[in-house]
């Protein structure tokens, strides 16, 4: 699937209203949107291809233990960042997804690259594109985006947002969530199926 053109003139901010407040049902909704950082050095822009659901009440969900000072975001209402950072090396941004005040949220593990690439090459020090936003951690190194993102509204004005997209345009696959010791069996990962930035193994990209 070759990297798909896109006129920024085009871009329009998803509204709150647009995006579902069930986690499960919001995952599988972003697919085929698109998240925008406009940084100082250029727009950067990337296809939502895969996503993770954490809802309420799952614990391996960072809300499960409560509210504290590092996931306050993923009490706010849907639709605002929680970024978090992991392993000493990688920062991860996900989408809060329920009503304020009952922690849950989407991971976002994969984009297609799509504006921008210039830029997430120098920010990636890679060059092929499959290996610029293909699973988490590398997603939000090519973005940009690190903890002072954490708690910013997706859905206003600013420099971090989601727009629009016309949907996926290939099947969306389910399958188990990748890298966890807690829920292991819950098929809560979306995908675009075929799709070659989907990250992990085949057998969960097919």
Known sequence: ???????SARLR????????????LLARQLIGHYVVHDHPQGRLVGRIVETEA?????????????????????????????????????FML????ERAGQGAGVLLRA???????????????VETPTELTRGPGRLAQALAIDRAQDGVDLCRPGPLWLAAGPGPTGE?????????????????R???????????PLRLRR
């Open 172 to 188: 969306i696959g389910v399958s188990v969530r990748i890298g966890l010791t807690r829920a292991v069996e819950q098929p809560w």
């Open 54 to 90: 954490y809802p309420p009440g799952d614990p391996a969900c960072h809300a499960y233990i409560g509210p504290t000072a590092r996931n306050a975001s993923l009490f706010l209402r849907h639709g605002h960042a929680y970024v978090y950072f992991i392993y000493g090396t990688w």
């Open 111 to 125: 984009l297609e690259p799509v504006a921008g690439l210039e830029l997430m090459r120098r920010l990636r020090g």
């Open 94 to 97: 996900n989408v809060s997804s």
């Open 13 to 24: 901010r998803l509204r709150r209203a647009e995006l579902s407040s069930d986690t499960l």
């Open 190 to 200: 979306f995908y675009e199926r075929g799709n070659p930035h989907v990250s992990g």
């Open 1 to 7: 699937m070759a990297t798909r053109a896109l006129k």
